[in-house]
């Protein structure tokens, strides 16, 4: 059994586990694919076997902050 949270801080990822809806899996090994989550909140799939990011799965909101004037009526 490999340990899943060491493959993911080799790939600079925090592990969150297989998905619930789908599994996905990996086209050249066969391996299950898991999530994993970067410094910047972007969520990857990645393979615990061939030890690679395959691809985004979620990227975060660009957050704009609308800055108003208050009202002197």
Known sequence: MANFRKIAIKLGLED???????EMIHDT???????GK???NY???Y???CQIK???IL???FSFRIKLSSCND
């Open 16 to 22: 969150m586990g297989k998905t619930k809806f789908e």
């Open 29 to 35: 090994c066969g391996q299950t694919l898991r999530f």
């Open 38 to 40: 970067d410094k910047d």
């Open 43 to 45: 969520i990857w799939s």
């Open 47 to 49: 393979c615990p076997r």
């Open 54 to 56: 395959i691809m985004t």
């Open 59 to 61: 990227m975060p909101r």
